[in-house]
């Protein structure tokens, strides 16, 4: 699933009129549009399986993202009776009008789709990439049908949708930008992914087979090391909870003691917090503070709240939801940490309740945790476990930061608060095709010839093909007369610093005697680089 991005919504342009340039159209004037339907879900023959056609609800579409597959499939019977038309074609720009209003979506198959949904087909005026990102900014508050219940456009008002429209190269420039920050977030995505999935495999190695290399033997919690023994977690540990003030009593609130609620209890250190409660509000309630490094877990709380951890970075009382762990000096606080965060599903399973299910701090104590008799493999354990975390942390933040950035740029480059200069727009464009821009080409050469003096400069790899990613690198084949190589290289590494930023550069140095030498031998970059490069100077 896509980052959720925060899409603002009508922002008054500056001074109230339209950037220079740019005018305002319905969407009806740029746009023709078709809307989708659904089978009866009474008539079986109407709905497929796997190798049917697919058929597109909300559901299936992620903001921004396209739509690969889909829950739901059609049959040819459906196609022949229901839609008695092709499938909306593959690329085309679907949008959402009924309860989830402005959500759009590339096809990247061909596709039904339900009455909730609209196929775009832009005009000559308007283009289809701009439009994506366009169309969810607009406040949809203003043009529902009020007449009828729930959140809906009837088909005047999707034709009256105010669209801007600025020339055609800036719109192109527009959408190449924020989809280059769309592929970023993608990469960063899956780099979450990843790390998930490796600390998950980590956890369940170690709590199985430890770090020492011992047999395991079979236990009521499944196998473990066979030094490790499975003893209840209230052997270890003591287990207390907090209390919330009277809501009523002022001056019970906004003192200066932090007090913690289970919704900011999220495997992460706690080092601020929401609420502060006043010296006589922790007098006159059952709330205590606890000190730096108490290890506070999630006993109900909406959702997948029950049983999370997390670690007081600071001195904080918590409310009663909050079961405070303080371990004895058998047990490492950073390992029960890193145990909880593995056995959070079989820690939610032992909660009772009938409408809500909560853990309390009986059923905690009875908890079987597998425990090395070694405090120092305790705290190897941790230490690994740790250091996958603080990896996780931080790519985490650095897709945070990437959703809060192109939410910003969505905002400021729709409403024209900052115009894409005209050089940028092709170097823009370029990027989101993998190609280098003639101007980026262009500064390359001027920067390199100018350093060095070289008398020749291929470029080689996915940039000479067309093919680049958002992560790909420039390989530079530099050819010249020298005695040191990599002092050669590291120069022209130097000079191109501020050239094509976020790309790395991958520079090879040569002599003419090494192109004479090595041009045809297999194994050796300058056969590739000479057959299948881009020459970009030659002296």
Known sequence: ???????????????????????????????????????????????????????????????????????????????????????????????????????????????????????????????????????????????QDRAVKGQTLNRGKIDALPVVVPPLAEQRGIAALLEALLERLDVQRNIVIALRTLKAATMAKVFREGLRGEPVKQTTIGEIPESWRVSPLGDHCTIRSGGTPARDVAEYWGGGIPWVKTGEINYRSIQITGEHITRAGLENSSAQVFPKGTLLMAMYGQGVTRGRVAMLDIPSATNQACAALTPGPQLDVDYLYAFCCFAYDRIRDVAHGANQKKLSADLIRQILLPLPPDLSEQRD???????????????????????????????????????????????????????LSPEVIEEIVRRIVGAIAPEKIVLFGSAARGQMGPDSDLDLLVVKPCNDRREVARAVRACLRGVAPGRGKDVVVVTPEDVERDRDTIGYIIRPALRDGRVLYAA
Do not use: C
């Open 381 to 435: 354990i941790s230490t690994a476990v740790s250091a996958i975390d603080a990896s996780f942390a931080l790519a985490e933040q650095r897709q945070a930061s990437l959703v809060t950035l192109f939410s910003s740029m969505l905002n400021v480059l729709m409403t024209g608060q900052v115009r894409v200069p005209p050089g940028l727009i092709g170097q823009a464009l370029a990027r989101l095709e993998g190609k």
């Open 1 to 143: 699933m896509a980052p959720q991005v925060e899409v603002p919504t009508e922002v008054p342009f500056v001074g109230g009129n339209l950037p220079e340039g740019w005018r305002l159209a319905r969407l009806a004037e740029v746009a023709t549009y078709t809307m989708g339907r659904t089978p009866p879900r009474k008539s079986p023959e109407y709905w497929a399986g796997g190798g049917g056609i697919p058929w597109v609800t909300i559901a299936d579409m992620s903001p921004f993202v396209a739509v690969k597959a889909t829950a739901e499939s059609v049959s040819q019977a459906a196609a022949r009776e229901i839609f008695q038309a092709s499938p909306v074609a593959r690329g085309t720009l679907l949008m959402s009008f009924k309860l989830t209003i402005g959500r759009t979506a590339i096809l990247d198959i061909d596709a039904y789709h339900n009455e909730a949904i609209i196929a775009i087909q832009p005009g000559s005026q308007i283009d289809r990439a701009f439009l994506r990102f366009y169309l969810p900014t607009i406040d949809f508050t203003f043009h």
